[in-house]
């Protein structure tokens, strides 16, 4: 009776010392399918906004979603670094994270074109615009990095864990806008004719017209935004680490374009 463990004490010590240190630095390497999505609905936005400043256009025409919403897919690769501490079950860190993406790019363009009223004008004169709006634009998607703490539950060899964090990645963007309009003058004239009689006649008059354009392009346009995701790592051979991961990345707007992508993942990294 003596001799049994249990007496001993390391039972209970066996109970609460984990089987896998995951304390410590490591580093890898990732490869991952990407589904984004790009809106492009209001890119052409703030060059309306400039070029119809201070006018009776600029707000209606400035909430127009000319451009449709793409969806991309494509494969990318990258690396990870980062830095685990653990206490008892629980495993908390901090990782950088970089991702080249091999083709996530979209174009689009369309036009269209409204009748506008609103302007006031004299008694018995309606002012109205015939609008018209042409633009397009295109986003690639070159490269991200994200910058994140997780926390994991140590499960042995295996170690499930959560992520957040920030997110900035690197695009290459361009697009331009064309907007033109008459503008019309509606009003009803009486008009007197021979033998005295008066006649009512409309008119419908232009009263002035413009075209104007814009054409914008970045080769490097830095986008900032966050991430969050789950994922599992798999202890082999001690020191060696393989991954599984899902990551969601939302972007803030460049140039009045949104987008965000999933990024599903595999990599393999090594634990010093």
Not at 124 to 138: E, F, P, Q, R
Request: charged letters at 15%; glycine letters at 14%; one cysteine or more.
């Amino acid at each position: 009776m003596p001799d049994l463990p249990v007496l001993r004490g390391s039972f209970i010590e066996g109970l609460s010392t984990t089987s896998h240190n995951w304390d410590g630095f490591y580093v890898g390497g990732q490869f991952g399918f990407a589904t984004t999505n790009i809106d492009f609905s209001h890119a052409p936005k703030s060059m309306t906004d400039f070029m119809l400043r201070n006018s009776i256009l600029q707000a209606p025409v400035g909430g127009w979603s000319l451009l449709p919403k793409n969806h991309v897919q494509s494969t990318g690769f990258g690396a990870y670094v980062g830095r685990n501490w653990q206490i008892y079950d629980a495993v908390m860190g901090v990782e950088a994270n970089y991702s080249y993406m091999n083709n996530i790019s979209s174009t689009a363009s369309d036009s269209m074109g409204r009748i506008l009223a609103g302007e006031p004008a004299p008694t018995g004169h309606t002012y109205t615009y015939d609008t018209w709006l042409g633009g397009g634009a295109s986003l690639k998607l070159k490269d991200y990095a994200t910058f994140r703490g997780r926390i994991g539950w140590d499960g042995g060899d295996f170690m499930p864990y959560a992520f957040a964090g920030l997110a900035i990645g690197r695009a290459e963007v361009s697009r331009f806008a064309t907007v033109s309009w008459q503008k019309w003058d509606d009003f009803d004239e009486t008009v007197v004719g021979g033998g005295g009689l008066s006649t009512t006649v409309h008119r419908h008059l232009p009263a002035g017209s413009d075209t104007l354009s814009q054409v914008e392009q970045r080769t490097n346009s830095f986008m900032y935004g966050w991430t969050a995701g789950i994922g599992v790592e798999y202890a082999i051979c001690g020191n060696f680490l393989l991954r599984g991961e899902w990551e969601y990345v939302g972007f803030a707007n460049v140039k009045n374009i949104a987008v965000n992508l999933n990024n599903f993942r595999v990599g393999a990294g090594y634990k010093f």
